[in-house]
């Protein structure tokens, strides 16, 4: 089948009920203009189908792949399907926005959406690494994240002109050397201490693994996620290639993003062959005191029930949120949906008094609006620490 | 356009007029696709739609207002050029009064985000639309929208108590207020109800509220026929008013099979609800079980919320769920509607099916059972216009049946563009033609350009 019939054949599956609009986040979010919601993105695909003379990006590009539609969606339609067709179809024939072009060709260039792999590795130094063939993969997930609020205030700097300022350094790659000191410090020192208390966790733990350093990688999320389809291919397999030139057997993911990709994304575009695991699956968990409201990451309730884990640690106590989206997919294009879907999310998290919890390092940049956010490896490595203090004593 | 140039300094960025983002509004959950609009307009204040509806009226523009777009006949749809006007950012409960029993909603606020509002408070607002996720206040006073709570609490028409209009030249009027009684002349909240967006547009609403049954049990029951299950509700009416009293045939029943497991020889199944404080529930349930025993192949019934609020959310989701069931890819479903008494369900049903047969369609019937209502989810290729034509024979055989058994040809959908030929055959079997017209002269005193809705109703 080709994309454009896969694409009807998700969009067809629906009789337009509406239900899928009522808990998309991006449809208030973006005024309850229809275009940037669940129902609306269905129409278009259905439009678009039999003339493909208008520009969908908008709605499309504007989904925040959550898939809070398909829960609620009685026919089964999954609006979040469509939108990611939809963007596979216009990447290939060039229509993909600006920006986007801009992020995938530096990241197939650099293997870093901005060039900053050396950067993203500062956070290792000092720490002795081993088992090469055990590998624990950050994907510079974390530490781009200082980088991606930066650049969020660059664009609002630049306004109606983002547009030029992508399609000169897409003429000009070199040029994105701009970007290597433009980094949130603060952000950047709380993801690195992240980063380091998921070391700190595996060895507690025992775990013994390596790390690529500067030679890590980016997994190639964008690419996939704006719907390069090709160039994720041979983005895959060149990590792919790396990771087996490195020996890797087992690779340990910290962020959700990148466990989905190289779990279930990449065996669809190249061998794969390694054991992906998250690192919370190989640190034992226990009750952990203290309340706290959780944020799930949606990322993983595709694939499994991360509010199992959930249960197995916290005594949660939030009115949960069907989307679950902190708004970062639409942070690179469109900023302003992104802000608006944090904000409410934050504002429902908040009211329940609690501390905050996030386990996915976008979530936390977007929701990170005040000190009561934490990433979920602090949680972790304070609450060992009590355990194993207590029972020394 | 004249009309865009003098709203957009009011409206500002909700002005759209961008081909792109003026296509989802072509739809609503019907099988009709409207006219293109030429801008769609989403006000955030009464101020607002007075200043739209004042200037569309002195330049003659046509609006239709759409809510959650959840019309099933096409009443959210434009029939002719004009602009649509989304209520959507007119989203909010303005005020709860637990003695007056009575919330104030702006028409945006969807059925369901009410309900969650309002179980905080242990009360909740009764009609109970299938559609309830995505249909809004405002749609569903317009459509006077019933649903599954029908049988104990009747339809949105019992539960509004007054309302806020912008009239078609932009005045504002308030019919009725937050009162339990009224005797003012003219009931005009009444007359708004189920005026489908055709007379004036609602801006706010007064609502009645009732405290929340403390406990609900809920019973599936299995039959062979459907005068079996006709019998069952009958007896079980005698004696108790179900909360909810559903049925479903064996095709509907095949949509959700994750959600409802049935036996051999079933036909036809019954979702009732048995409702009240903890002591009593338990009784209710065991008596409406025991009168169920008698007809029924099998009973069963739960309290347990997970299991409940799946087998409810399968019911409400039947019209979407239907279209897993089809054969061919471009096979879409037309929804069918109408009303009996409740004794004549059984006889009425079993014509239906007849007709279903002979008119070579496919269709699943369900409804409910507790106040007459049957519905109908029609496998239809729009594309081709025999199969159009063997749907549009089997709806207007549904209507006449639902009519000669002293019933209407739609019950809780409305009219739209859909019915209007059902609306004229039912008021000349009825020799009732007088009314028509009544109402097409109420529609001439209240928007005498013409501009609400056009199209829709009559012409």
């Known amino acids: ?393 | 356009m004249e009309f865009i140039d003098e709203i957009r300094p009011i409206l500002g960025k909700y002005v759209i007029t961008k081909k792109e983002d003026l296509i989802p509004y072509m739809n609503d959950a019907s099988y009709f696709t409207g006219e293109m609009p030429q801008a769609v307009l989403l006000p955030g204040s009464t101020q607002d739609v007075q200043n739209i509806m004042r200037i569309a009226y002195k330049y003659d523009v046509p609006v239709v207002v759409k809510g959650g777009g959840s019309s099933l006949t096409g009443s959210s749809i434009l029939k002719t050029e004009g602009v649509v006007m989304s209520m959507l950012r007119m989203n909010h409960i303005l005020d709860l009064n637990l003695n007056d029993k009575c919330v104030t909603a702006e028409p945006g606020v969807r059925l369901d985000d009410l309900e969650r509002f309002l179980e905080k408070y242990d009360h909740f607002y009764p009609p109970d639309p299938a559609s309830s996720r995505a249909a809004t206040v405002g749609g569903s006073i317009s459509t006077n929208a019933g649903g599954l709570r029908g049988v104990a609490y009747g339809v949105t028409k019992d539960w509004v108590l007054g309302l806020e209009v912008v009239l078609a030249d932009g005045t504002l009027v308030k019919f009725g207020n937050k009162t339990l009684k009224r005797s003012l002349g003219y009931d005009m909240t009444a007359l708004m109800i189920g005026s489908e967006g055709t007379l004036g547009v609602i801006t706010k609403a007064y609502l009645k509220i009732w405290p929340k049954p403390e406990r609900i049990a809920r019973i599936l029951a299995f039959f062979r026929t459907i005068d079996d299950a006709g019998r069952a509700i009958a007896e079980i009416k005698e004696h108790i008013i179900p909360e909810m009293a559903e049925f479903m045939d064996k095709i509907s029943l095949d949509s959700v099979p994750d959600a409802i497991k049935y036996p051999q020889g079933t036909n036809y199944a019954l979702l009732l609800d048995a409702s009240g404080s903890k002591e009593t529930v338990q009784r209710r349930k065991e008596d409406i079980e025991t009168i169920l025993k008698k007809y029924a192949i099998e009973t069963r019934s739960t309290m347990d919320e997970t299991e409940m609020n799946r087998i409810y959310q399968a019911r409400k989701g039947l019209y979407a769920s239907i279209l897993k069931l089809r054969e061919k890819e471009g096979e879409y479903i037309v929804i069918g509607d109408i009303v009996v008494p409740v004794s004549e369900l059984p006889s009425a049903l079993k014509e239906i099916e007849i007709a279903r047969d002979q008119d070579g369609i496919r269709a699943a019937l369900f409804g409910h059972i507790g106040d007459g209502n049957i519905h109908a989810n029609i496998f239809a290729d729009l594309s081709d216009s025999q199969s159009m034509e063997r749907v549009n024979k089997f709806m207007m055989d549904m209507a006449m049946i639902s009519v000669r058994h002293g019933g209407s040809v739609s019950a809780e959908h409305g009219i739209g563009i859909e019915k209007k030929k059902l609306l004229v055959e039912e008021m000349r079997f009825n020799d009732n033609m007088r009314t028509l017209e009544l109402m097409k002269s109420v529609k001439k005193i209240f928007d005498p350009k013409n501009i609400l809705n056009r199209g829709n109703i009559f012409d």
């Open chain 1, 1 to 393: 089948m080709t994309k454009l019939q896969d694409l009807i054949a998700e969009a067809g599956k629906c009789v337009n009920c509406g239900f899928c609009e009522s808990v998309c986040p991006t449809l208030p979010a973006a005024g309850f203009l229809s275009t940037k919601g669940a129902r609306g993105r269905v129409d278009i695909a259905k439009f678009f189908y039999k003339d493909d003379s208008i520009d969908p990006s908008a709605s499309f590009y504007s989904c925040v792949d959550c898939y809070a539609c398909l829960t609620v969606c009685p026919a089964g339609v999954n609006a979040g399907k469509v939108s990611e067709i939809g963007r596979m179809i216009l990447a290939k024939q060039g229509k993909a926005p600006e920006i986007a072009k801009m992020i995938v060709e530096l990241t197939m260039r650099y293997k870093n959406p901005l060039g900053v792999r050396e950067k993203c590795a500062q956070w290792a130094r000092g720490i002795e690494f081993d088992a090469p063939e055990t590998l624990l993969y950050t994907g510079n997930m974390y530490q781009l994240m200082a980088y991606l609020r930066k650049f969020g205030k660059l664009r609002k700097f630049f306004g109606q002109y983002e547009v030029q300022l992508a399609s000169f350094i897409r003429k000009h790659p070199s040029s994105v050397s701009i970007f290597r000191d433009l980094y949130d410090k603060a952000m950047m020192d709380k993801m690195n201490g992240y980063l380091i208390n998921i070391v700190k966790l595996l060895k507690q733990n025992g775990i013994k693994f390596g790390y690529l350093g500067s030679e890590e990688p980016y997994p190639g999320t964008f690419i996939y996620d704006l719907g390069f389809e090709d160039e994720f291919r041979d983005y895959a397999r060149y990590v792919s290639e790396l990771f087996r030139s490195k020996g890797v057997k087992r690779i340990i993911t910290v962020d959700p993003h990148t466990y989905e990709l190289l779990k279930y994304i990449y065996p669809r575009y190249t061998e794969f062959n390694f054991e992906v695991v998250y690192y919370m699956d190989l640190i034992g968990t226990h009750k952990i005191s203290g309340k706290y409201a959780v944020h799930t990451p949606c990322h993983f309730s595709r694939y499994f029930d991360f509010s199992e884990y959930v249960g197995r640690m916290f005594d949660v106590n939030v009115e949960e949120n069907p989307t679950r989206c902190c708004g970062g997919p639409d942070e690179l294009l469109f900023p302003e949906i992104s802000e608006n879907i944090s904000e409410k999310r934050f504002n429902e998290l908040s009211k329940t008094g609690l501390p905050i919890v996030t386990a996915c390092p976008i979530c936390y940049a977007n929701l990170a609006k005040d000190d009561s956010v934490t990433d979920i490896s602090s949680i972790l490595l304070a609450d060992g620490e009590r355990v194993s203090s207590a029972s020394v004593h």
